[in-house]
């Protein structure tokens, strides 16, 4: 986004949305990796507030879409078929079309011994698809978000000097808690992998 001089105030907003995007990023890892029903659900409201309101700016005309964008048009165009189709596996289809898509999901449908509905999803489990697409659709707009908000050298720094200062803190407060012996992740008792460094995540793995 390049920001025109006359407007202040849009300036000062789109800045704004850059810090608290730097922010998010600091947050994610610390609430158990965002990894609990909560805390991705605070991740996704945040996520879209920021979507909406750099959208607004957008559409009265206050800031003005970069190259970026049309650099990045393939990544995009793949990234957005691949939420549409999370999209798709939770909207009712006609029970044909899920038969022709998806033949094993029609098919367990129509053994659960239910009565067979004109409207199914191709999903089998709908709430961890919804859940899915809700954290796919997230990522996307991460990804778009980082398009329009890192728009400078300066932006690009300093948002390199965040995720390291974040990689840093992880390695200082896991290597600490295993030394130290108290075993918390994210202020509360560890409950598996004792003596091994997982910092404020569920596992080392995550870490």
Same mark, same amino acid.
């Given at each position: 986004?390049?920001?025109? &001089?006359?407007?202040? !105030?849009? &300036?000062? *907003?789109e800045?704004?949305l850059?810090?608290?995007?730097? #922010?998010?990023?600091?947050?994610?890892p610390? +609430?158990?990796?965002?990894?609990? +029903?909560?805390?991705? /659900?605070?991740? !996704? @409201?945040?996520?879209?507030?920021? /979507?909406? #309101?750099?959208l607004?700016?957008?559409a009265?005309?206050? =800031?003005? =879409?970069g190259?970026?964008?049309?650099?990045?048009r393939?990544?995009?165009?793949?990234?957005?078929?691949?939420?549409?189709?999370?999209?798709l596996?939770?909207?009712?289809?006609?029970? @044909?079309?899920?038969?022709?898509?998806?033949? !094993? #999901?029609?098919?367990?449908?129509?053994n659960?011994? *239910?009565?067979?509905?004109?409207? *199914?999803?191709?999903?089998?489990?709908?709430?961890?698809?919804?859940?899915?697409?809700f954290?796919?659709l997230?990522?996307?707009?991460?990804?778009?978000?980082? *398009?329009?908000? =890192?728009?400078?050298?300066?932006r690009?720094?300093?948002?390199?000097?965040?995720?390291?200062a974040?990689?840093?803190?992880q #390695?200082?407060?896991?290597?600490?808690?295993?030394? /130290?012996g108290?075993?918390?992740?994210?202020?509360i008792?560890k409950i598996?992998?004792?003596?091994?460094?997982? @910092?404020?995540?569920?596992?080392?793995? &995550?870490l």
């Open positions: 986004m390049r920001i025109s &001089h006359k407007h202040t !105030e849009a &300036h000062r *907003l800045r704004f850059f810090y608290s995007f730097l #922010a998010l990023l600091i947050w994610l610390l +609430p158990l990796g965002s990894n609990r +029903p909560w805390a991705w /659900s605070l991740m !996704e @409201g945040w996520i879209y507030l920021l /979507s909406i #309101a750099c607004l700016l957008f009265f005309n206050r =800031v003005q =879409v190259t970026q964008f049309k650099q990045a393939i990544p995009i165009i793949i990234f957005a078929v691949f939420t549409f189709w999370s999209l596996q939770i909207v009712p289809l006609p029970a @044909g079309l899920v038969e022709i898509i998806s033949p !094993e #999901a029609y098919k367990l449908f129509t659960s011994g *239910l009565p067979v509905m004109r409207y *199914l999803p191709l999903a089998i489990d709908s709430n961890a698809s919804y859940i899915s697409f954290k796919t997230s990522y996307f707009l991460v990804f778009l978000l980082t *398009l329009a908000l =890192v728009n400078s050298k300066q690009l720094i300093l948002l390199a000097y965040t995720l390291v974040c990689g840093v803190f #390695a200082v407060y896991g290597s600490l808690m295993t030394l /130290s108290l075993e918390k992740s994210f202020f008792d598996s992998f004792y003596g091994v460094a997982t @910092g404020t995540f569920v596992n080392r793995n &995550h």
